[in-house]
């Protein structure tokens, strides 16, 4: 029927027009897909109002993007598949968005990235740091990772351990088999010592059970020298406990506990409790170095910080930390993925030019919020770490000890400080006691090792708050970079088991 036709060819034109009408080309969705339970610390709440402030400068500057407005839709990512099914209800219902922002929870980021991937949507995360996701090259070619990855902090171990001369190491972690926070975690050690070919052992512990520290220090004694631990801060301090009452803390033996996102969990008085411990709980720390995420300040960030911290306090979420990794690195997407469009419109590309706006993002320097953020060719961001240490024994007082700087890959023991073992290397007897022993048959990862599995994920759960009031208040040391210088268990667990490759195994 010709006139059905008419109207056909009506709609078509009409659709045409939108399409390619400049207003239509100069507005962009972001979709941003976290979770709602504000447990998480990277939560639609906590996230928005960095999110809002770096709309607000990218759209008040009259060069950047002259004309161009934001639309910034907020779904749930529930740390899980809800994450995807947000993803494709909004594409389905409204319509595909320009950019994805999140999910950090590595179950949640694993198909919203395959999705974006396929569909050439830029996605960029703060989270998603699981080994898996390095796979660029079809899975996930889209996904940008504005939060160094667990295989970054890898090479801070590797350039660690090169600086002490050290070559083997035990790896304790928890394990939860949900999220599996420690689980990522440790695998970025695990596959940067694989390569290098250093001798591990793994001893995995799920801390909803019991855990038999003593047992666990048993079996480290006289074995290795080096330990490095993912845990939460109860379970390191009574596992440092008992290394203490087994004679292990006198300078023979490093402990070294990765808590890269919660501040709360470390620094100056972590060993603290109150209780009868806290005086051979001081003793044992001083064995004890942990290593976090170096965080940088200038003077905007300050004001960024007041802004996040009164949004985020009208909603009622009272706490120490308002600025973490999650929220400052999900504002520097956004700085991100402005410049590369500007790029990309500057030389006659649109914002659905996906491939080419991921390539504008990559391999390439900018100034963040907090700091310069560098982004090397394979779309991760560079990491900067920093290890703390005790530096009074007597007052029990954690400084930084030590820096890691990724660019540049050198690692940097501060001169001045003085700690447990002195300045400078650490000397362990590491051969020694070895060449008797076994290869230890059951220390994989287990039944993980078998098949690939991954994202954990939450490092939410793990991840928390370093903010930069609270570090002050603990005097750990903020670098102050000058950037003119070079400077689910059973049934759900299987679902998931292949849901992103990992390649941790220690078998
Ligand atoms: C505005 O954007 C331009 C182009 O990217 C950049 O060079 C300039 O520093 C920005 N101005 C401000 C005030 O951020
Ligand atoms: C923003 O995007 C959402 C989802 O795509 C849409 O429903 C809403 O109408 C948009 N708002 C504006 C002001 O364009
Ligand atoms: C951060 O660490 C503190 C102290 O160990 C703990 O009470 C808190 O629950 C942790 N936060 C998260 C989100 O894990
Ligand atoms: C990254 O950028 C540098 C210079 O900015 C260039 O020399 C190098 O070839 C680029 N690397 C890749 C893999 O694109």
């Excluded at 706490?319 to 956004?334: K, P, Q, R, T, W």
């Excluded at 007897?429 to 993980?448: A, Q, R, Y």
Aim: proline content about 3%; charged content about 25%; hydrophobic content about 40%.
């Amino acid at each position: 029927m010709p006139s059905s036709l008419l109207l056909d060819l009506l709609v078509v034109a009409l659709v045409v027009l939108v399409k390619s009408s400049p207003l239509e080309d100069k507005k962009v969705n972001l979709l941003v897909i976290l979770p709602k339970d504000d447990k998480y610390m990277f939560s639609i709440h906590r996230v928005q109002p960095a999110i809002n402030y770096a709309l607000r400068s990218v759209e008040s500057n009259a060069s950047l993007l002259p004309g161009f407005t934001f639309n910034a839709t907020y779904r749930d990512s529930d740390c899980g598949n809800q994450a995807l099914f947000s993803l494709v209800d909004t594409a389905l219902k409204e319509q595909k968005p320009d950019v994805v922002l999140g999910p950090v929870c590595e179950y949640a980021a694993a198909p919203v990235a395959r999705l974006a991937s396929h569909w050439k949507l830029p996605m960029i995360s703060a989270g998603a740091l699981a080994t898996g996701f390095m796979q660029k090259v079809d899975e996930y070619s889209h996904l940008t990772r504005v939060a160094p990855a667990y295989t970054k902090m890898g090479e801070m171990f590797l350039a660690m351990f090169r600086y002490h001369k050290w070559s083997r190491a035990a790896l304790l972690y928890s394990d939860d088999n949900v999220e599996r926070n420690c689980y990522f975690t440790v695998e970025g050690v695990h596959t940067a010592f694989k390569e290098e070919g250093y001798h591990m052992v793994v001893h995995n512990f799920d801390e909803a059970k019991h855990v038999d520290v003593e047992d666990i220090i048993h079996s480290i004694q006289n074995k290795e020298r080096v330990v490095i631990m993912c845990a939460s801060s109860d379970t390191v301090r009574n596992i440092m406990l008992a290394a203490h009452r087994q004679g292990l803390t006198k300078g023979d033996y490093v402990f070294i506990n990765i808590e890269l996102f919660n501040s709360s969990s470390y620094g100056d008085g972590s060993w603290r409790r109150g209780d009868k411990h806290d005086v051979e709980a001081k003793q044992a720390y001083s064995s004890l170095q942990t290593v976090t995420l170096l965080r940088t300040v200038k003077p905007e960030f300050e004001k960024f910080s007041i802004e996040v911290k009164s949004s985020v306090q009208k909603l009622g979420l009272a706490e120490d930390d308002y600025v973490n990794m999650f929220v400052e690195g999900f504002h520097d997407a956004i700085i991100l993925y402005a410049l590369a469009l500007h790029e990309l419109v500057k030389s006659g590309f649109s914002k659905k030019d996906g491939d080419k706006l991921v390539q504008q993002m990559w391999n390439r320097t900018y100034e963040g919020i907090a700091g310069q953020v560098s982004i090397d060719p394979n779309g991760d961001r560079y990491g900067d770490f920093s290890v703390i240490g005790m530096t009074d024994l007597e007052a029990g007082t954690q400084e930084v000890i030590g820096d890691f700087f990724g660019i540049q890959g050198n690692f940097e023991l501060r001169p001045n400080l003085k700690t447990l073992w002195g300045t400078g290397r650490i000397r362990l007897v590491e051969n020694k006691v070895f060449e008797t022993i076994t290869p230890c048959k059951s220390c994989g990862l287990g039944e993980s090792a078998v098949t690939g599995i991954v994202v954990g994920a939450l490092l939410g759960t793990g991840l928390l708050m370093a903010f930069y009031f609270f570090r002050k208040k603990y005097r750990i040391t903020i670098e102050r970079r000058n950037h003119h210088d070079d400077c689910n268990i059973g049934k759900h667990r299987q679902l998931r088991e292949d849901s992103i490759r990992s390649n941790f195994s220690a078998a």
